[in-house]
């Protein structure tokens, strides 16, 4: 059974960094591209982070610059450094494959930037 489980999520203020953790189990991990993907109230979830098997990243326009994604095959881990945080990150950030699996979405990690 595929299990996808992010975590490092919180409440943060504007211009401030968190680290996104997605630990994957029940396949092989390495052999996919993953995502990283959030969903703001009343918004449909989009993709704001991609980085294939071999570790070649995309980012969506609005958080270039800014997030950093990452993976470390040996430990089935996805990673999103997310830095200047503003209020227009304010989401639950999941991570799935790419394209998503339908029955890979997790809970995902709330992440909230308020003053």
């Known amino acids: 059974q595929v299990q996808l489980v992010e975590s490092g999520g919180g409440l943060v203020q504007p211009g401030g960094s968190l680290r996104l953790s997605c630990v994957v189990s029940?396949?092989?991990?390495?052999?996919?591209?993953m995502g990283w993907y959030r969903q703001a109230p009343g918004k449909q979830r989009e993709l704001v982070a991609e980085i294939t098997s071999r570790s070649s990243t995309n980012y969506a326009d609005s958080v270039k610059g800014r997030f950093t994604i990452s993976r470390d095959n040996a430990k089935n881990t996805v990673y999103l450094q997310m830095n200047s945080l503003n209020t227009e990150d304010t989401a639950v950030y999941y991570c799935?494959?790419?394209?998503?699996?339908?029955?890979?979405w997790g809970q995902g990690t709330q992440v909230t930037v308020s003053s």
């Open positions: 799935n494959r790419l394209p998503p699996v339908p029955n890979y």
């Open positions: 029940g396949t092989i991990f390495s052999k996919y591209a």
